[in-house]
């Protein structure tokens, strides 16, 4: 079988449905993933779910007709947001599961996110998987496949863990959610009803096709439909959710966007005052110096990581750390929850904490030291081309300066820092700025992106 490396990747499989992306991968990863599952000696059924996007159901089906000609047994939970599928794991008699999603990329995209038992399969594994399908030999027999509907008793298990939700006065929450027509417009109307806020959606209609905006809460213009309609409803906060809702975006009643380092500080406030002093908070590369100095003091132990799901959560159970969340808006909760990223229950955790404060978000991180700094900034290239400059980058910035290398280069200017980091979802270079004025993060930004573009990449 004829099949382009590229696509898999760190951790998860993704690249353009038609080109890269055809059913015959799928088919071979349903067989190539079978065989893995007897040669570590998993049994059981797997489970397998889709976004809502237009490639799934002819995905689903090769990927599921190569799962079971190789003898295994198949639970189909159907459209539901990736937060779901690791939901499953729980909770129905599997061994694994294979979520099909394009998670935040263009409706052109999909991919294939997968489990052994409960744990992300990633990096060496996922390149396992790849020279397995290639090579084409594949245990046989005959799967069968059954149908299992999770929304509603996922729903249930949320609203019993967190909710109903209200003031101290009994005064409801007003809040407005944008699903972006990704496929949190499944669960998330349910949801939020059987948390008992007063809530506001948009873009409820599931579209794999995103026709009003892309769901990527990363990208401001993604959130300014959230933004305003925050402003008209006059609610306490807003939130969004990217196509398969495993992150999170949050907008505060003032309609400025909470990134995802600083909703972070919440989680760790909470957390450690209930759980006590001294656990790890993992985050990634890219988040700023004030989550750093937040999770310090409320005493934790911040822990700075590799950007990516599965990194996260391999670092999460090797440090029994109770939390763990990303700039981008994946968060992670071991703290009450399964240990996984789910926007979903992110959401609902946060209204819970802002109902018992009795304050607004940017109340709650009106303590938080103001830094300068810039969102993700997405720099095209190629995927060759991204990890040959990283190469170089990692060098060149730690003869100058000191630098932290766990994942892509963080330029520590004593002042302010940089990053640029290889994505490992898209071919772009992800890069990343902040000071304490913005003078300075002028200085820092053109000294890195100078160097980006003498190595010949436009920006």
Known sequence: MS????????YDVRGVVGTDLTEEVAYGIGRGYASLLAERGIVGAVAVGRDNRPSGTALRDALVRGLTESGVDVVD???VPTPLLYWALHHEAVGGGIQITGSHNPPEYNGFKMCLGTASLHGADIQALYARIVAGHFPSG?????????????????ATRVGPIARADGSRLRVVYDCGNGAAALVAPQLFDALGVDAIGLFTESDGTFPNHHPDPTVPENLADCIAAVRAHGAEL???FDGDADRIGVVDAHGRIIWG????????????????????????VKCSQALTDGIEAAGGTPVMWKTGHSLIKEKMRSLHAPLAGEMSGHMFFSEGFYGHDDALYAA??????????????DELLADVPLFVSTPEIRIDTDDETKFAIMAKAVPHFAARYDVIDVDGVRVLFGDGWGLLRA??????????????TEQRLHEIRTIMETWVREQGVTL
């Open 348 to 361: 609902a955790r946060l209204l819970r904490i802002v109902a018992d404060s009795g304050k607004r978000i």
């Open 142 to 158: 005959q799967g069968a496949v059954r149908h299992a509907a999770v929304i509603d008793r996922y729903v249930h298990d949320i």
């Open 261 to 284: 380092d600083h909703l972070l500080i919440l989680y760790a406030r909470d957390v450690l005052a209930r759980t006590g002093r001294g656990q790890p908070i993992i985050f990634d």
């Open 77 to 79: 939970i159907g459209i």
């Open 238 to 240: 807003g939130v969004a």
């Open 3 to 10: 099949i382009n490396r590229a696509i898999f990747r760190q």
């Open 423 to 436: 994505s490992n979802t898209q071919p772009v270079i992800v890069a990343r700025y902040e000071a304490r």
